[in-house]
């Protein structure tokens, strides 16, 4: 790809481009007020408050050469100084049509009565060349604020008509990680609005957040995929080296109430924060990818804050605070470490890891290693064929793979529900010469074939054989209280019902995704054999956490990608879910020896072997800060 910058100075040479000496900070420096209703430190903007904002903002003004500009910053940064500097200069100096966007119509009307209106009320520059409010401005879907030679829109990415109001030679998109996922069914709203710019080849698109959740982060797909990533390397007053600083490797403190101190990555010497303001005035942006060439992007965490803004001590604290609980941690790692938040239950579950344990413990299918003391199975109705997994239990809930098989046929025909009894009376070999049988089926009754489903548990119900659902209720309990269910069969109401157990499916999927990343055996790990296929495993990790707004809060939900089969995650939730109706019947702190009292005294000769207990492993979150 040709380099930007090369094709910028062939333009400039052959007289396309005028020479244009002022960029937007020196723009900002020259001409904008800040108010004393907007901001903390009202009187002349100085760029040198804050100098890291000098470069992004340059990459703005019509003689730097980058196209678009990413800036994936920690919360209250000085993001919006840069849109607002930004517009300021483009009215004065370089007029076009300009569009703004925010999250939302709300959150564009509050940008414009708290900042924008202050911003063209108190800088002369601009108050003179903005035309007086005319009817043509449509609160409802936009703000439209004409300007010689310009026009500038302010609109919501949740308006998709404002959206597609007008050309644009420059675009800000205002915090894209909380744009919805489609705007009024007319598709994504970020490239709906860069879409707007397409006609400008000069033009400028700049693009803000704070990041959200990996795998649905609008920033951090910007920043990693096709910005050069810049970060700040700050200039250590010890040494002198120029240094990006990293909260879990540099910053230190000795209690948790006492001072916190950066240390030097370079000379190790502990740096008080007192020497920020000489730090971020010699610091440098330093690219880290090479990116697609004309977009420059730019990270930015908490901790660089200006001296007198947010010192470490509070971040330090909101830290402590935040360890252990994942949504308050979400809200450190996205505000503070400006970082998409990957959940550690999800992050870094793939089959391919998998299959390669599997390869590791290659016990034969249909077998219980040692270890395994219950047998727990599970059957999900799909339209054309039934799927069945066995699971086997041991302490400390370690898992092992012994069956899966489609079963193919309509679900309508006896046949197919026959060969479900087949395995449901299968005596599976243990390692030392016994055998063991599912002691708990649940029957998955959510799918078209309620009452065939609900046929085949009814009769089964002294067998073990319970239904289950999976309930929609966002953190359900594992398992339900359970109901009779009077099974209405082709018309007839039949006496004494089912067993019905609502599942809780959000949770289950958690618990296993936890137990997936558990590295060595022992409690709560998981074992494949030569069960595993490619699709089973696929199968198994195919599903991801990924966030929505539900009336008007974020919440993470399961997403399988289309297309995706995902019966085994099914099968092995279901299969946990009667993990729990056993351990209801049992004391849960003798539970695993009476249910090895039971198997052993029946079936084996010699004593039952006991693993020693694994040592406990701290959970990590997989983040670069
Ligand atoms: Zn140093």
């Not at 924060?273 to 990116?291: C, E």
């Amino acid at each position: 790809m040709a380099d930007a910058r090369t094709i910028y100075r062939e333009a400039f040479r052959a007289g396309l481009m005028p020479p244009d000496p002022m960029s937007v900070s020196q723009w900002a420096d020259a001409y904008r007020l800040l108010s004393g209703k907007g901001s903390s430190e009202p009187g002349p903007w100085r760029t040198a408050r804050t100098p890291y904002l000098r470069e992004p903002m340059d990459c703005l003004s019509p003689s730097s050469p980058w196209r678009r500009v990413v800036l994936m910053f920690g919360s209250q940064m000085g993001k919006t100084e840069v849109v607002l500097n930004w517009l300021g200069a483009i009215i004065h100096l370089w007029p076009g049509p300009t569009l703004l966007v925010q999250p939302t119509l709300d959150m564009a009307k509050r940008l414009n009565r708290q900042r924008l209106e202050p911003l063209l009320r108190e800088t002369p520059v601009l108050t003179e060349r903005i035309a007086p409010a005319r009817s043509r401005d449509s609160g409802n879907t936009m703000f439209l604020k004409e300007f010689q030679g310009g026009l500038f829109v302010l609109t919501g990415a949740n308006s998709g008509s404002g959206l597609q109001s007008m050309p644009a030679a420059y675009l800000a998109a205002d915090e894209v990680s909380s744009y919805p996922i489609e705007a009024d069914d007319k598709g994504d709203p970020l490239e709906n609005a860069e879409a707007r710019t397409s006609t400008f080849p000069m033009g400028k698109i700049l693009i803000t957040s704070t990041p959200g959740t990996r795998g649905a982060c609008r920033i951090t797909e910007e920043f990693e995929r096709r910005s050069d990533q810049r970060r700040l390397a700050l200039a250590m007053p010890c040494c002198g080296s120029r240094e990006v600083i990293r909260w879990r490797e540099h910053m230190v403190w000795d209690r948790p109430d006492g001072e916190v101190w950066c240390q030097c990555p370079a000379c190790g010497e502990r740096v008080a924060q007192h020497h920020k303001t000489a730090m971020l005035a010699g610091a440098v942006w330093q690219p880290s990818a090479a990116g697609d060439g004309i977009t420059a992007g730019f990270h930015l965490p908490g901790w660089y804050a200006p001296a007198g803004w947010t010192p470490w001590e509070q971040i330090r604290d909101e830290f402590l605070r935040a360890k252990g609980d994942p949504l308050l941690l979400k809200g450190w790692v996205n505000k503070r470490a400006a970082e998409a938040w990957e959940d550690e239950a999800v992050a870094k579950i793939n089959a391919d890891g998998l299959m390669a344990r599997a390869a590791t413990e290659p016990y034969p299918t249909g077998h219980c290693p040692a270890g395994v003391l219950l047998l727990l199975m599970a059957v999900d109705v799909q339209d054309t064929w039934l799927e069945v997994s066995v699971w086997g239990l041991g302490r400390g809930d370690e898992m092992w793979l012994i069956w899966h098989q489609q079963i193919h046929g309509s679900p309508a025909e006896s046949e197919v529900w026959q060969q479900v009894d087949t395995i449901r009376q299968t005596e599976f070999a243990r390692e030392d010469g016994g055998t063991l049988r599912p002691r708990q089926v649940a029957v998955d009754t959510g799918g078209h074939f309620t009452q065939e489903a609900y046929e085949f548990c009814r009769l089964r119900a002294k067998d073990g054989v319970v239904a289950i659902k999976g309930s929609s209720t966002r953190a359900a309990p594992a398992l339900g209280k359970g109901s009779k269910v009077d099974v209405n069969h082709r018309g007839k109401t039949i006496k004494g019902g089912v067993q019905l157990f609502m599942i809780g499916t959000d949770t289950l999927k958690r618990t296993i995704y936890a137990r997936l990343k558990i590295p060595q055996p022992g409690p709560g790990f998981v074992h494949f054999g030569q069960n595993a296929t490619d699709d089973y495993l696929e199968g198994l990790t195919c599903e991801r956490l990924v966030p929505r707004m539900v009336k008007g809060f974020q919440v993470l939900e399961w997403q399988k990608p289309s297309g995706a089969r995902n019966e085994p995650l099914d099968l092995c939730v279901y299969c946990l879910a009667m993990l729990e109706l056993v351990k209801r019947r049992y004391n849960r702190a003798t539970m695993w020896d009476q249910i090895e009292a039971q198997v052993t005294q029946v079936k084996a000769p010699k004593p039952a072997q006991r693993r020693p207990a694994a040592p406990s492993r701290p959970g990590g979150f997989v983040s670069g800060w």
